[in-house]
């Protein structure tokens, strides 16, 4: 079965920088998309970044030009570096696979943004 384990969340201080990972499982990694989701408390879920299987990336306006998706292939992981960080980021960050066969969650890392 497909799992997806996330790690990296912590508590930073506004301004600091933070990676996270997602190690995959269970799956053809190299075919799907791969996005970082997050939801802070009494707001929907949001998408943050994305990368497709070919390497293409797309990220919610707000985090433009301070967080990076990136992804290996080679050893299942899709990563998000985070710089600059503020406090509107702090938020539960949920790692996602969509795949032809389905479209599957992690169980989430915490990000606290605070001084």
């Known amino acids: 079965q497909v799992q997806l384990v996330e790690s990296g969340g912590d508590l930073v201080q506004p301004g600091g920088s933070l990676r996270l990972a997602c190690a995959a499982s269970?799956?053809?990694?190299?075919?799907?998309?791969m996005s970082w989701y997050r939801q802070a408390p009494g707001k929907q879920r949001e998408l943050v970044a994305s990368?497709?299987?070919?390497?293409?990336?797309d990220y919610v306006h707000s985090v433009k030009g301070r967080f990076t998706i990136s992804r290996d292939n080679a050893k299942d992981t899709v990563n998000l570096q985070m710089n600059s960080l503020k406090p509107e980021d702090s938020a539960d960050y949920y790692c996602?696979?969509?795949?032809?066969?389905?479209?599957?969650w992690g169980q989430g890392t915490q990000v606290t943004v605070s001084s």
């Open positions: 990368i497709t299987r070919f390497g293409t990336t």
């Open positions: 996602n696979a969509l795949t032809r066969d389905g479209n599957y």
């Open positions: 269970g799956m053809i990694f190299g075919l799907a998309t």
